[in-house]
C-alpha cells in the first residue's frame, strides 16, 4: 500500500541554524501539506501546496518558513533559522485531489528538537 | 481557535462493547469531516469520513454519524477491541483544504 515518508525521523539542531525536513508523498498525488504537533497540544495546519505554489499558510508559517517541491518526488520544509518553539513533530501529508476524496495521508512525522 | 473541540479527553471502555468518541465543530463551512487514529510518535491514520451531505457513512466496526443542525459528529467502534486503544483525533476541512483537527480524545480498551 502506498505511504507517505518522512526523512529524518529525528533532528536535532541548535537555535538559529537551518534545517529541511524531507517528504515523499504518495505518488501522483496532487496536493501536499505540512503540519506540526508540539508535545502535548493539537496537531496545527502550516502550509499547502498544490500545481507548484502554496495554497494556504497559517499565521506560523512565517518568514523563516519554505516548502519546495524540487523534483517530481519529494516535498521539504525548510526552517531558515531554527527557535526553541519550533520543538515539535513535523508530519507531510498528501491529498490525491480527486473529487470526493478528500482523506490526507500523513507520513510517520520528523521529530525536531531545538537546543 | 477552537472551531474543532473533542470535549473529552479520554475514554474507557471494555472489549466487545460500543465506543462512542464526540466532536464539536462552529463553522458551518466545513464540507468534509474525518477521523484520525494516532499512536505516540507515529503519524495519524486515516479511518473514516464523511462528506456534509451525508449523515451517516459506515466502514467495517466504524461508522461515523454527522448532525449537522447541531453541528455535532461521532465515531462509534462495534465492538471495540484492545487493539483500538489510541489517541482518536476528528478534523474538519473544505475539499483538498487545511485539516483543522480537534484536540484528541485517548480511548482505552480494556480486556
Known amino acids: 500500500e502506498p505511504e507517505v515518508t518522512q526523512t529524518p525521523s529525528h533532528q536535532v539542531t541548535q537555535m538559529g541554524q537551518e534545517v529541511i525536513l524531507r517528504c515523499v508523498p504518495i505518488s501522483n498525488h496532487l496536493y501536499f501539506y505540512w503540519y506540526r504537533q508540539i508535545l502535548g497540544q493539537k496537531v496545527e495546519f502550516l502550509v499547502s501546496?498544490?500545481?507548484?505554489?502554496?495554497?494556504?499558510k497559517s499565521e506560523i508559517f512565517d518568514d523563516q518558513f519554505s516548502v519546495e517541491r524540487p523534483d517530481g518526488s519529494n516535498f521539504t520544509l525548510k526552517i531558515r533559522s531554527t527557535k526553541l518553539e519550533d520543538s515539535a513533530m513535523y508530519f507531510c501529508?498528501?491529498?490525491?485531489?480527486?473529487?470526493?476524496?478528500?482523506?490526507?495521508?500523513f507520513g510517520p512525522g520528523t521529530r525536531l528538537t531545538v537546543l | 481557535d477552537q472551531q474543532v473541540k473533542q470535549n473529552s479527553p479520554s475514554l474507557s471502555v471494555q472489549e466487545g462493547r460500543i465506543s462512542i468518541l464526540n466532536c464539536d465543530y462552529t463553522?458551518?463551512?466545513?464540507?468534509?469531516f474525518l477521523w484520525y487514529k494516532k499512536y505516540p510518535a507515529e503519524g495519524p491514520t486515516f479511518l473514516i469520513s464523511i462528506s456534509s451531505i451525508k449523515d451517516k457513512n459506515e466502514d467495517g466496526r466504524f461508522t461515523v454519524f454527522l448532525n449537522k443542525s447541531a453541528k455535532h459528529l461521532s465515531l462509534h467502534i462495534v465492538p471495540s477491541q484492545p487493539g483500538d486503544s489510541a489517541v482518536y483525533f476528528c478534523?474538519?476541512?473544505?475539499?483538498?483544504?487545511?485539516?483543522?483537527f480537534g484536540q484528541g480524545t485517548t480511548l482505552q480498551v480494556k480486556p
Open positions: 478534523a474538519a476541512s473544505g475539499f483538498a483544504g487545511k485539516l483543522i
Open positions: 463553522n458551518s463551512m466545513f464540507d468534509y
Open positions: 501529508a498528501s491529498n490525491s485531489g480527486l473529487a470526493g476524496y478528500n482523506e490526507q495521508f
Open positions: 501546496f498544490y500545481n507548484n505554489e502554496i495554497s494556504e
